[in-house]
């Protein structure tokens, strides 16, 4: 049985260190054996990987390489709260939020980015309940927000 560890291996990624909250909130919390990590933007190397709207310059292919760079520092956060993500028992929800134009209705495609993500990662485990929103703008114009909570051991 592969672990989240290995199979993050298997896929190429590597965590980059969380991103410290840009506000007055923590980046997650825990109670009982529930984790929920805040809201994550698309940072690469410090940087959003995509800004702007969904619909109006930002291509779906775009919107979904932004929720899957969200998801992967959504488990950054999580590997930070836990010190293992073997001690992630299961992905309950994540939830989406797309910038997009008024007329924007692929919101779900764009989302799979983090889904199909948190799937490769923790396998059956990481199948979720999930909400994808559009929203007319997000912190430092990312295209995408991704936040999750998590059943822990």
Same mark, same amino acid.
């Given at each position: 049985m592969t672990t989240p560890a290995q199979r993050l &291996?298997?896929?190429g990624i590597t965590l980059p260190t969380p991103a410290a909250p840009i506000a007055n909130y923590v980046a +997650?919390?825990?109670a009982g054996d529930l984790l929920i990590v805040s809201g994550q933007l698309p940072l690469v190397d410090g940087r959003i990987l995509h800004t702007g709207k969904l619909g109006a310059g930002v291509s779906v292919e775009q919107g979904s390489a !932004? &929720? @899957? /760079?969200s998801c992967i520092n959504v488990? /950054?956060?999580a590997q930070a709260a836990l010190g293992d993500l073997g001690r992630? @028992? @299961?992905v309950l929800r994540l939830g989406? +939020?797309? !910038?997009? &134009?008024p007329d924007f209705t692929q919101h779900a495609l764009v989302m799979n980015g983090a889904s199909d993500l948190a799937v490769a990662v923790f396998g059956d485990a990481g199948r979720h309940a999930r909400s994808t929103v559009g929203v007319p703008s997000l912190p430092a114009d990312a295209a995408v927000e991704v936040e999750g909570m998590f059943q822990i051991s």
């Open positions: &291996a298997e896929l +997650f919390t825990m !932004a &929720a @899957r /760079a488990i /950054a956060q992630v @028992r @299961r989406g +939020f797309i !910038a997009c &134009a």
